[in-house]
Structures are given as structure tokens and as C-alpha cells.
């Protein structure tokens, strides 16, 4: 079965800070992949960033990178220099091989203040 | 651009009475989605469909049936609303679905109130 835990509370970030989101996950399935979606308060849920299970370097997609620790099984979302705009929730999701499904986290609320 | 569109953005129904939520993509996709997200959950997933082939969530309840006609198009039907289904529903897509690395495209969303 798969698994993706966030459990942080609702946090409050300064306007062009850095902000680290954590996700944990299990599976025992060697291959698969990791996501990372914002959900602002429109409801849209918008991709991120991915990161594959064998991917050798940390994804990176503009201001957003992913901290992959394989070992421990993390895959912290890291927003460089937030702004107002990343004001929303942001879910962790995995798909292992050969499962159409994704598995969500619940979630962490960010509010980036000026 | 290539899109997945939902329509409503906005739905009101009675109890009980039967209602219909869209969904369209332009992606050419062969998957569909349908996620029931209620206040400060996560995405629900009700059911999906890879190609024809018809995927349910064991937990969903009868309730929730599922068309889809063709590629563009699937369809969530809610046969007797009740007071607890009042949530968002996501529309998703994704190609190729023995990709891990395709994401799902979300569209917009239909918030669904029951009165």
C-alpha cells in the first residue's frame, strides 16, 4: 500500500523567504513516482514538480526543488523567495508502476505574508 | 491551449434530486479522473477510466455513477444527493498510463452545494 504524510501545521511564511514543505512516504514498490501539486483557494489543483524513484538529482523546476532522500524516504517541496501568489495549499502525491492512481497527503497550508 | 474544462464551476441541487457534473479535455488523454475533495481534505479518487475500461474505488458508494462517451469527454452522475456530498469534484487526465512520470492535469473543479 502507499503512503504520503504531511504533517505540518498551517504556516506562515515572509514575503522572499525560503519555505520548506515535508512529505514522507511509503511503498515498497521500487518504482514510482513523486509529485508535488498547489491547490490555491480558486480549488485548481496545479503541478509542480515531479520526481522519479532511480532520478539521480533533485528535481528542480524554477523557484521550486525537491529535496530527495531516498534512504529515509523524503521528498520536502523547498520555494525559494515565496511570494504572495504561493499563498495555498500544496499536496504531496506518489504513483508507483503500473497504478494509474495517485496517493495524496493531506496537505500543508502556506500563507505568504508581505 | 489543450485544457480539461469542467462545467459547472458552480452547481446548486435539492436533496435527492439527481444531478450531472461534466467534464472535457482537449490533452487527448486516456485517462479520466474524478475526485470528490471535501473543506481542508485531500482529493478523494471515486473512479477512473483508462480508455473504455472502468476503474471504481471500492469505497464509493452507488451513489456515484460514471459515463464516458468518448476520449473528450466523462461524465459524473450523482443519482440521490445527499447533504454529505456537497464537496468539490476534480476532473483529472493523464496520459499514458503506464507512465509513471505523467502527471494528471486537473480542471477547475465544480463546487456542488445540496440544499
Known amino acids: 500500500a502507499q503512503k504520503i504524510t504531511q504533517t505540518q501545521p498551517g504556516m506562515f511564511v515572509q514575503e522572499k523567504e525560503a519555505v520548506t514543505l515535508d512529505c514522507t512516504y511509503d511503498?515498497?514498490?521500487?518504482?514510482?513516482?513523486l509529485f508535488w501539486y498547489k491547490q490555491p483557494s480558486s480549488g485548481e489543483m496545479i503541478f509542480l514538480i515531479y520526481?522519479?524513484?532511480?532520478?539521480?538529482q533533485n528535481a528542480t523546476e524554477g523557484r521550486y526543488s525537491l529535496n530527495f532522500q531516498k534512504a529515509r524516504k523524503s521528498a520536502n517541496l523547498v520555494i525559494s523567495a515565496s511570494q504572495l501568489g504561493d499563498s495555498a495549499m500544496y499536496f504531496c502525491a506518489m504513483r508507483t508502476y503500473g497504478n494509474n492512481r495517485l496517493a495524496f497527503g493531506k496537505g500543508n497550508q502556506v500563507v505568504v505574508i508581505p | 491551449d489543450a485544457m480539461v474544462i469542467q462545467n459547472p464551476r458552480y452547481q446548486v441541487t435539492q436533496f435527492g434530486k439527481p444531478v450531472t457534473l461534466s467534464c472535457s479535455q482537449t490533452?487527448?488523454?486516456?485517462?479520466m479522473y474524478w475526485y470528490q475533495q471535501k473543506s481542508s481534505q485531500a482529493p478523494k479518487l471515486l473512479f477512473h477510466?483508462?480508455?473504455?475500461?472502468?476503474?471504481n474505488e471500492a469505497d464509493t458508494p452507488d451513489n456515484f455513477q460514471s459515463r464516458r462517451p468518448n476520449t473528450s469527454f466523462c461524465f459524473l452522475d450523482i443519482r440521490s444527493p445527499g447533504l454529505g456530498d456537497a464537496a468539490m469534484y476534480l476532473c483529472?487526465?493523464?496520459?499514458?498510463?503506464?507512465?509513471?512520470?505523467?502527471?494528471?492535469?486537473f480542471g477547475p473543479g465544480t463546487r456542488l452545494t445540496v440544499t
Open positions: 520526481q522519479g524513484s532511480y532520478d539521480q
Open positions: 490533452l487527448n488523454h486516456n485517462v
Open positions: 477510466y483508462y480508455d473504455k475500461d472502468f476503474n
Open positions: 511503498t515498497s514498490d521500487p518504482s514510482y513516482g
Open positions: 483529472a487526465t493523464s496520459g499514458l498510463g503506464q507512465v509513471i512520470s505523467y502527471e494528471q492535469y
